[in-house]
């Protein structure tokens, strides 16, 4: 096919064509304006701590104790205004660099459904405790690798705090504070009504120490190797909920002393019918630095400036004050004796994260399928840290008939995580040493002079356990790879519209393998190995997790009147088992080979642990006109690993609700108001 454009036509065609231009150009291309202004409430008081964010991006700020905000957007932009307790507004820019919002009470989020301890559904009003429901458009609106840092400071009573260990570190929870002091303080993760397991490794030096926290062997390694949150893709969530305090989550028993997080993931597509999503996301993470070092008197000690071959400092900046035309002596190496700023920007890259997710979904009125396809890739601000998850996704729910359903889910995960930088250590720490670099040091010298004539680590400062940072990446390595299976299936059948039973089993099953040196050969603050052997430390370590959970629930809901009654009773059988393989090795007959047959002393361990737990439990509701609301739980709980005239161990709780707005109808002022 030819096409032939005539000459009169010309004209018009350039003319479109540079209004296409024109249009993409500056609609992509919009120039930012600071924006700034004031949030309140519908009574014109200010409100604090109300999240904005720029819609579509992950850039973003919250208002001060007086209400303010500043924040870059551009002319075309769509302002997100969020905040616990109150309607979210968008609000467009269009052009203005002054915006005040007045925001609602979302009253109606006290009416809402959500899903409580054990899966059960009820409505807010009628608890007699804290609970919050996160939608799934807040879990990805700042995508990050683990799910629960995008919800830092939009939950109240609960502190999110990502560690700055790399894309796959351990997201830190903490829901209404420390409950303990010596032991654990993370909250239960149930996910689809079913625990699954949140140990974090690598956070503690040492060997297990609890059932959350697993640490590493033979010191040099303090990396952060991550969490179960981790294997979550956050596009498979639809909603969560955290319950707070102990009434919350009394019915889950002493694992659940910190609270609870319940995640429900998707199983059809609500909208109906068949529908294909591509989602994509890309995420740049930027290095901050809030350094405030003195740039006036430079490295050395006492006031002298190192001027000879010997290593003197490295780490301080005690030396002489900076004059044009100094000098000093570094790595045997005359170099200008000048002021190095910010050496946390120049040694740490951009972290990118990118995800991809395809999604089939359908959905009928009798039930529906969801199946996602997940590809996570990312790389951390250290050079040589990469995080990589894929993940496979199948929820389904089917009404078989009018009284019989089931429904069910499957999440599978590969997980491979490279080199997660060390943390809260010296040996082979790239943080301790950045930070406490003495301010003349060139990075670019560390670089090239990381090795001495024989191969190893070159000594540049008189603490030697200091590694220098070069080195680390260049010689220290990590490879963690975890493969995870996790899911369940459960079925229901309506005995009467007011009564039901329920049967549910779910398994969560990890296998994790780790190799690493601990200590590199050459590591300067390693003692030198006996005759011929060269020093180092290599741990090689394979582990297995499995729990399953079975339990059962008979529910009943029935109305009396002005007085309503709802009971559930149930009961749990929880078994669960770890292995450890673990072999570490010291010192090695070929250089650079890290095996364990390569090594010259072998310390191996197995460490196996097993229990179980056996659970009766139930709950009662009783309500009143939909104003007062009295709710008792009691569980009793059965050890394996207890002495039997002790294993037994009851919980109970009782909280009241009372609805008094609903005595106040002929006031304007109030909408919802409860006392707990």
Same mark, same amino acid.
């Given at each position: 096919?030819? &096409?032939? &454009? %005539?000459?009169?036509? +010309?004209?018009?065609?350039?003319?479109?064509?540079?209004?296409?231009?024109?249009?993409?150009?500056?609609?992509?291309?919009?120039?930012?304006?600071?924006?700034?202004?004031?949030?309140?409430?519908?009574?014109?008081?200010?409100?604090?701590?109300?999240?904005?964010?720029?819609?579509?991006?992950?850039?973003?700020?919250?208002?001060?104790?007086?209400?303010?905000?500043?924040?870059?957007?551009?002319?075309?932009?769509?302002?997100?205004?969020?905040?616990?307790?109150?309607?979210?507004?968008?609000?467009?820019?269009?052009?203005?660099?002054?915006?005040?919002?007045?925001?609602?009470?979302?009253?109606? !989020?006290?009416?809402?459904?959500?899903?409580?301890?054990?899966?059960?559904?009820?409505?807010? %009003?009628?608890?007699?405790?804290?609970?919050?429901?996160?939608?799934?458009?807040?879990?990805?609106?700042?995508?990050?690798?683990?799910?629960?840092?995008?919800?830092?400071?939009?939950?109240?009573?609960?502190?999110?705090?990502?560690?700055?260990?790399?894309?796959?570190?351990?997201?830190?929870?903490?829901?209404?504070?420390?409950?303990?002091?010596?032991?654990?303080?993370?909250?239960?993760?149930?996910?689809?009504?079913?625990?699954?397991?949140?140990?974090?490794?690598?956070?503690?030096?040492?060997?297990?120490?609890?059932?959350?926290?697993?640490?590493?062997?033979?010191?040099?390694?303090?990396?952060?190797?991550?969490?179960? +949150?981790?294997?979550?893709?956050?596009?498979?969530?639809?909603?969560?909920?955290?319950?707070?305090?102990?009434?919350?989550?009394?019915?889950?028993?002493?694992?659940?002393?910190?609270?609870?997080?319940?995640?429900?993931?998707?199983?059809?597509?609500?909208?109906?019918?068949?529908?294909?999503?591509?989602?994509?996301?890309?995420? +740049?993470?930027?290095?901050?630095?809030?350094?405030?070092?003195?740039?006036?008197?430079?490295?050395?000690?006492?006031?002298?400036?190192?001027?000879?071959?010997?290593?003197?400092?490295?780490?301080?900046?005690?030396?002489?004050?900076?004059?044009?035309?100094?000098?000093?002596?570094?790595?045997?190496?005359?170099?200008?004796?000048?002021?190095?700023?910010?050496?946390?920007?120049?040694?740490?890259?951009?972290?990118?994260?990118?995800?991809?997710?395809?999604?089939?979904?359908?959905?009928?009125?009798?039930?529906?399928?969801?199946? /996602?396809?997940?590809?996570?890739?990312?790389?951390?601000?250290?050079?040589?840290?990469?995080?990589?998850?894929?993940?496979?996704?199948?929820?389904?729910?089917?009404?078989?008939?009018?009284?019989?359903?089931?429904?069910?889910?499957?999440?599978?995960?590969?997980?491979?995580?490279?080199?997660?930088?060390?943390?809260?250590?010296?040996?082979?720490?790239?943080?301790?040493?950045?930070? !406490?670099?003495?301010?003349?040091?060139?990075?670019?010298?560390?670089?090239?002079?990381?090795?001495?004539?024989?191969?190893?680590?070159?000594?540049?400062?008189?603490?030697?356990?200091?590694?220098?940072?070069?080195?680390?990446?260049?010689?220290?390595?990590?490879?963690?790879?975890?493969?995870?299976?996790?899911?369940?299936?459960?079925?229901?059948?309506?005995?009467?519209?007011?009564?039901?039973?329920?049967?549910?089993?779910?398994?969560?099953?990890? /296998?994790?393998?780790?190799?690493?040196?601990?200590?590199?050969?050459?590591?300067?603050?390693?003692?030198?190995?006996?005759?011929?052997?060269?020093?180092?430390?290599?741990?090689?370590?394979?582990?297995?997790?499995?729990?399953?959970?079975?339990?059962?629930?008979?529910?009943?809901?029935?109305?009396?009147?002005?007085?309503?009654?709802?009971?559930?009773?149930?009961?749990?059988?929880?078994?669960?088992? /770890?292995?450890?393989?673990?072999?570490?090795?010291?010192?090695?007959?070929?250089?650079?080979?890290?095996?364990?047959?390569?090594?010259?002393?072998?310390?191996?361990?197995?460490?196996?642990?097993?229990?179980?737990?056996?659970?009766?439990?139930?709950?009662?509701?009783?309500?009143?006109?939909?104003?007062?609301?009295?709710?008792?739980?009691?569980? !009793?709980?059965?050890? /394996?690993? +207890?002495?039997?005239?002790?294993?037994?161990?009851?919980?109970?709780?009782?909280?009241?609700?009372?609805?008094?707005?609903?005595?106040?109808?002929?006031?304007?002022?109030?909408?919802?108001?409860?006392?707990?």
């Amino acid at each position: 096919m030819k &096409l032939t &454009l %005539r000459s009169a036509a +010309l004209p018009a065609l350039s003319k479109w064509l540079c209004l296409l231009f024109f249009t993409f150009f500056s609609s992509a291309f919009a120039f930012s304006q600071t924006v700034t202004g004031t949030v309140s409430d519908n009574a014109g008081r200010r409100v604090n701590a109300v999240t904005v964010t720029v819609k579509g991006t992950t850039n973003g700020t919250t208002t001060d104790s007086l209400g303010r905000f500043s924040i870059a957007a551009g002319a075309a932009d769509v302002l997100l205004f969020s905040s616990v307790g109150f309607v979210p507004q968008e609000i467009p820019v269009s052009g203005r660099t002054v915006i005040n919002v007045t925001l609602l009470d979302d009253s109606k !989020n006290l009416d809402a459904v959500i899903v409580t301890a054990l899966g059960i559904s009820r409505e807010a %009003r009628r608890l007699g405790y804290a609970a919050t429901k996160v939608n799934s458009d807040e879990v990805t609106v700042n995508r990050t690798p683990n799910l629960m840092n995008a919800l830092q400071g939009k939950i109240a009573g609960v502190n999110i705090s990502g560690m700055g260990t790399g894309p796959a570190g351990t997201s830190k929870i903490r829901i209404r504070g420390q409950s303990s002091i010596s032991g654990q303080n993370n909250p239960l993760i149930v996910i689809n009504g079913i625990p699954v397991d949140n140990t974090n490794f690598g956070t503690n030096p040492g060997n297990a120490a609890s059932d959350n926290s697993i640490g590493v062997r033979g010191g040099g390694n303090t990396s952060d190797g991550g969490d179960g +949150l981790n294997s979550i893709n956050p596009d498979d969530v639809e909603s969560m909920t955290i319950l707070k305090g102990a009434a919350a989550s009394a019915l889950y028993g002493s694992r659940a002393k910190d609270g609870v997080i319940m995640i429900t993931t998707k199983t059809k597509n609500k909208e109906g019918g068949i529908g294909v999503t591509y989602n994509m996301n890309y995420v +740049l993470e930027q290095p901050l630095d809030f350094t405030d070092f003195q740039y006036i008197y430079g490295q050395g000690e006492n006031g002298v400036r190192p001027t000879s071959a010997n290593p003197t400092s490295g780490q301080w900046s005690f030396g002489e004050k900076v004059q044009p035309g100094m000098t000093q002596n570094l790595f045997d190496t005359v170099v200008p004796y000048v002021i190095q700023p910010s050496h946390v920007g120049n040694f740490y890259r951009n972290g990118q994260n990118f995800t991809n997710t395809v999604t089939l979904s359908a959905g009928t009125e009798r039930g529906g399928i969801h199946l /996602s396809l997940g590809n996570l890739d990312s790389k951390g601000v250290v050079e040589n840290n990469t995080y990589n998850r894929k993940t496979i996704n199948l929820g389904f729910t089917f009404d078989v008939t009018s009284k019989f359903s089931f429904s069910g889910n499957a999440n599978y995960s590969k997980e491979k995580n490279y080199n997660p930088p060390n943390i809260a250590n010296q040996d082979n720490s790239i943080p301790t040493t950045i930070a !406490n670099l003495a301010n003349t040091m060139p990075l670019y010298l560390m670089d090239q002079k990381k090795y001495n004539a024989q191969g190893n680590e070159y000594i540049y400062s008189r603490f030697m356990n200091r590694t220098n940072p070069y080195w680390v990446l260049a010689e220290q390595f990590q490879n963690i790879v975890r493969d995870r299976l996790f899911g369940n299936i459960s079925m229901k059948y309506d005995l009467f519209s007011w009564l039901y039973i329920q049967g549910r089993i779910g398994q969560d099953y990890w /296998s994790r393998d780790q190799d690493y040196n601990n200590f590199p050969t050459g590591h300067a603050s390693r003692a030198p190995a006996p005759a011929g052997f060269v020093n180092g430390l290599y741990t090689q370590e394979s582990r297995r997790f499995r729990e399953v959970n079975m339990d059962f629930l008979v529910a009943a809901n029935k109305q009396f009147g002005d007085f309503g009654v709802n009971v559930n009773f149930g009961g749990n059988q929880m078994k669960r088992r /770890s292995d450890l393989n673990s072999v570490q090795v010291t010192d090695f007959v070929v250089r650079g080979l890290y095996t364990v047959q390569n090594g010259r002393a072998k310390d191996p361990l197995y460490d196996l642990s097993q229990r179980g737990v056996n659970s009766l439990y139930g709950s009662a509701e009783v309500s009143y006109k939909r104003f007062l609301y009295v709710n008792a739980t009691l569980r !009793n709980d059965w050890f /394996s690993t +207890l002495a039997p005239e002790n294993r037994s161990i009851l919980y109970r709780s009782v909280s009241v609700g009372w609805v008094f707005s609903e005595h106040l109808k002929n006031q304007h002022w109030l909408d919802f108001a409860i006392l707990r």
